[in-house]
């Protein structure tokens, strides 16, 4: 795939994961133009200062919740990356429409404006938490990518295709647990929820990388889910903040002791690959089933856990993962 000719928007464009992809694909793929659509016009300036300012770029203020303005922000637009959602867990069960109206509402506004501007890919980026969703974050975003993928059957007679990436939690991104126990290290005690806890984890880099991987070989239909290793939550304090106390304080509501990445259901028309897992449309009625011949099929009552995980760091791998998100910490550029 050529990216130089085509023109990228990025909903969302200013969060952790925005910035990461724009300042990935300027260096790497040399787009055409990239375009930054989000509401918080204080971000969009923060990013120009930042150095976000190549000739290449453009920056829209609009909200997802506004169909007309995503359509005329998708105006000419090749690929749109859909990243912009609400997804503090806390936030959305205390604010659970505005959580529906974002995450669900503003998702069909992506996926319609899209098709009528004719745009060749749209790829949502979703989360572990929307498997078996626990909390009203994980609903919204199973609706999400429920939202995604089924718009393959308005768009099969257009040039359109739909996709998603679901991937674990992001190491030091905005609402990471990193920047917490980074400050809970100055007084030596630390608080997690559970003993038990595991976490799928990948750095910021990774994510991005697997995202471009994604829309590269995608065909539409597709759940991309990256293969990723777990940690233990306790073992993250302890590479953190070594000799900690460690005060339990019992999982929240909404919290899940283990996240999955893949359910057993949705093993059944998986297809395992070297680095990932393509999970297949459900339903044959379109496309997005080439991917058969590709790789192996998995085994009956397969599920990928945090817990089943084959791949684990050990504290030593969580050291090298934390390790860069230290001297941000110290200057105050760590976002929490």
Not at 85 to 100: D, F, H, S, T
Not at 217 to 230: H, L, R
């Amino acid at each position: 795939m050529d990216w130089k000719n085509q023109v990228v928007l990025i909903t969302g464009g200013t969060g952790s994961f925005g910035k990461k992809f724009t300042k990935t694909l300027l260096e790497e793929k040399g787009p055409r133009k990239i375009i930054i659509f989000s509401r918080d016009e204080l971000k969009q300036h923060e990013m120009q200062v930042h150095g976000y300012n190549h000739p290449s770029l453009r920056y829209f203020i609009g909200d997802i919740r506004d169909r007309e303005r995503l359509l005329r922000a998708m105006h000419g637009v090749d690929i749109v990356v859909h990243a912009a959602a609400l997804k503090q867990v806390p936030a959305c069960e205390y604010n659970p429409m505005e959580a529906i109206k974002t995450n669900i509402m503003g998702t069909a506004n992506v996926v319609e404006a899209a098709l009528d501007a004719g745009v060749k890919k749209v790829m949502t980026i979703s989360t572990d938490k929307a498997v078996s969703p626990a909390n009203l974050y994980g609903a919204t975003k199973l609706a999400a990518e429920k939202l995604t993928v089924q718009s393959n059957a308005y768009a099969a007679g257009s040039a359109t295709r739909y996709s998603c990436v679901r991937y674990g939690n992001v190491v030091g991104s905005r609402g990471s647990v990193v920047p917490l126990f980074l400050k809970q290290r100055e007084n030596g005690t630390v608080t997690i929820t559970d003993d038990r806890m595991t976490r799928f984890w990948l750095s910021l880099e990774q994510g991005v990388h697997f995202v471009i991987d994604c829309i590269e070989q995608m065909e539409g239909g597709e759940v991309f889910v990256p293969k990723i290793p777990s940690t233990k939550v306790i073992d993250l304090a302890k590479a953190i903040v070594p000799n900690a106390k460690i005060n339990i304080i019992g999982i929240r509501p909404g919290e899940k002791l283990h996240e999955d990445l893949i359910s057993d259901d949705e093993a059944r028309h998986t297809i395992e690959l070297e680095k990932m897992y393509v999970i297949q449309p459900a339903e044959a009625i379109w496309f997005g089933y080439s991917w058969k011949g590709k790789g192996r099929e998995l085994p009956e009552g397969y599920h990928y856990s945090s817990d089943n995980n084959t791949e684990w760091l050990d504290i030593d791998g969580i050291k090298e993962f934390v390790a860069p998100f230290e001297e941000l910490f110290k200057q105050g550029k760590l976002e929490g």
